[in-house]
């Protein structure tokens, strides 16, 4: 199944619920589990496939070296499969939004709806010093301290809101994960491909983002010189958007993807 970056790809997918597509991928360092707190909710109008990334969770590997492009390639393949070449919604997170927009920017209006939350390929953004994960000799208590150390620093912005359940998932993903999508996220490969994009769009971030909040202002300037009737939204939380603020996530991506 590892195609090393030629030939077709079978990504994994979780898929949940019935009626119009709606396609959901994930971050970096992560897998579908980045929407374990919106499938359901959204699966109650949507026919929801939540996908994890060439490298991630439980998709085969690819090359580290491979191209941006090829990358979206695999993805594109894919999702063909996953769709039946029907139209269908998308929504990306973080890495995962540059994954969207390019993959938007490609298949054109069979991409019905779009929207990007906590998305990274604007250009580079400030450093974040995570701490590294212990290895398995350290123990399981100074690993799952890494991991709610980073949670605070990268993903939410509420302490009280890292619980078990986040710790876990973060752990889960850091074990699964092959490639390292952060060149792709420190590009302005969304920027770009914001000028190719024929659908309806709709921005969601953190107003605690910790890679984006500084620099929101010119992201929305940018984004609306470029789509003047797209959303921009801005809910208190941080990175995890759709995990912290959960409710009010779901409520902007049912009320946009059903308009």
């Known amino acids: 199944m590892n195609d090393a970056g030629?030939?077709?790809?079978?990504?994994?997918?979780?898929?949940?619920?019935?009626?119009?597509?709606?396609?959901?991928?994930?971050?970096?360092?992560?897998?579908?589990?980045?929407?374990?707190?919106?499938?359901?909710?959204?699966?109650?109008?949507?026919?929801?496939?939540?996908?994890?990334?060439?490298?991630?969770?439980?998709?085969?590997?690819?090359?580290?070296?491979?191209?941006?492009?090829?990358?979206?390639?695999?993805?594109?393949?894919?999702?063909?499969?996953t769709v039946c070449g029907e139209d269908f919604a998308l929504a990306g997170f973080s890495f995962g939004a540059v994954v969207a927009a390019m993959t938007a920017a490609r298949l054109g209006h069979r991409v019905r709806k779009l929207s990007l939350l906590g998305a990274a390929g604007f250009g580079p953004s400030a450093k974040i010093d995570l701490r590294p994960i212990p290895p398995a000799a350290a123990g399981t208590s100074a690993r799952r301290e890494a991991f709610r150390y980073n949670l605070g620093i990268l993903m939410i912005a509420d302490p009280a809101a890292i619980g078990e359940e986040a710790i876990d998932l973060y752990a889960a993903n850091f074990a699964r994960t092959r490639y390292d999508g952060r060149r792709h996220s420190a590009s302005d490969a969304t920027v770009r491909a914001l000028e190719h994009i024929a659908c309806p769009l709709q921005v969601i971030y953190g107003e605690q983002d910790s890679v984006a909040h500084a620099d929101l202002e010119r992201r929305r300037a940018l984004l609306l010189r470029r789509h003047p009737n797209a959303q921009f939204v801005v809910l208190p939380g941080g990175h995890w958007i759709q995990y912290e603020a959960a409710a009010a996530v779901n409520r902007c991506l049912v009320d946009f993807f059903r308009r």
């Open 6 to 81: 030629t030939g077709a790809l079978r990504l994994a997918v979780r898929t949940l619920g019935a009626g119009p597509r709606v396609v959901l991928i994930h971050g970096g360092m992560g897998s579908s589990n980045h929407w374990i707190r919106n499938v359901e909710a959204l699966a109650t109008h949507f026919t929801v496939h939540a996908i994890d990334l060439p490298g991630y969770g439980d998709s085969p590997g690819i090359a580290k070296s491979v191209a941006r492009e090829h990358y979206i390639d695999r993805v594109v393949e894919s999702l063909e499969t």
